[in-house]
């Protein structure tokens, strides 16, 4: 579908917009850096090493798992964060968009997501990453808007589960379409940047899709269908580390 629901409830489309996925296309990252982040600021130099241990084999699975499914992925992988204090976590969002975010971040988005501005598009992150994380990286950035996965909270903790459907494949472009339907935006004259196959369903939203250091699956399709494919890299920094 191009633009679909774009002209839907009524509004007018007044504008346009470049929706851009976040983990693997504006930075080299996944949710499990993340997390990793998280615990390791938790537990002593001792404790993290084993933990570290326990968790590399869980993410043989999460490997195995993300090829077949990855919205499944993202319900599975955010069981890891129930119990853990939401103050805390989010009191370290900022420290985590830093030291993970920061050395990972492409260099060419700058110039792309600046060039999308000046011509008047908004910008928007589309992301299975939950929001507390995101947070910072849109505030850099400028973003105009952010669709991004939430955890439930009970009792100051997290309960390790969303509160709606994990926003990969196809609830991406749902996503999408309800976004630009709320917002007056033309679809069809948008553009959409992602870089794997659980992106297809964002990037057949718009009229313009980009694939970003696309995997195999989504650069075979990119091919086909003529679509832009983008090399982006990471720049070198001098701030933050690589946990």
């Known amino acids: 579908?191009?633009?679909?629901?774009?002209?839907?409830?009524?509004?007018?489309?007044?504008?346009?917009?470049?929706?851009?996925?976040?983990?693997?296309?504006?930075?080299?990252?996944?949710?499990?850096?993340?997390?990793?982040?998280?615990?390791?600021?938790?537990?002593?130099?001792?404790?993290?090493?084993?933990?570290?241990?326990?968790?590399?084999?869980?993410?043989?699975?999460?490997?195995?798992?993300?090829?077949?499914?990855?919205?499944?992925?993202?319900?599975?992988?955010?069981?890891?964060?129930?119990?853990?204090?939401?103050?805390?976590?989010?009191?370290?969002?900022?420290?985590?968009?830093?030291?993970?975010?920061?050395?990972?971040?492409?260099?060419?988005?700058?110039?792309?997501?600046?060039?999308?501005?000046?011509?008047?598009?908004?910008?928007?992150?589309?992301?299975?990453?939950?929001?507390?994380?995101?947070?910072?990286?849109?505030?850099?950035?400028r973003a105009d808007s952010v669709i991004a996965a939430r955890l439930i909270e009970s009792n100051g903790c997290f309960t390790g589960e969303l509160d709606g459907p994990p926003i990969g494949g196809v609830e991406k472009g749902r996503r999408m379409q309800e976004f630009a339907g709320e917002k007056g935006i033309d679809l069809a004259r948008s553009h959409a940047y992602g870089d794997s196959m659980s992106d297809l369903p964002m990037l057949e939203t718009v009229g313009f899709p980009h694939a970003v250091n696309p995997d195999r699956g989504l650069l075979a399709i990119a091919k086909k269908r003529g679509w832009p494919t983008h090399r982006w890299t990471v720049v070198a920094s001098t701030t933050g580390t690589r946990p």
């Open 1 to 141: 579908m191009r633009g679909g629901l774009s002209r839907q409830r009524g509004h007018h489309v007044t504008r346009e917009a470049a929706f851009f996925d976040v983990d693997g296309t504006l930075c080299d990252t996944t949710i499990a850096h993340y997390y990793r982040y998280f615990m390791f600021r938790r537990l002593s130099p001792l404790a993290g090493k084993l933990w570290y241990s326990t968790f590399l084999m869980k993410c043989v699975y999460y490997l195995l798992l993300d090829k077949f499914d990855r919205s499944r992925l993202n319900v599975v992988f955010y069981r890891n964060y129930a119990g853990l204090p939401t103050a805390e976590i989010k009191a370290q969002a900022a420290d985590c968009h830093q030291n993970v975010v920061g050395p990972r971040r492409f260099g060419q988005p700058v110039d792309c997501i600046e060039e999308h501005r000046r011509a008047g598009r908004a910008i928007v992150l589309v992301t299975g990453s939950i929001d507390l994380i995101i947070e910072p990286l849109a505030a850099e950035i």
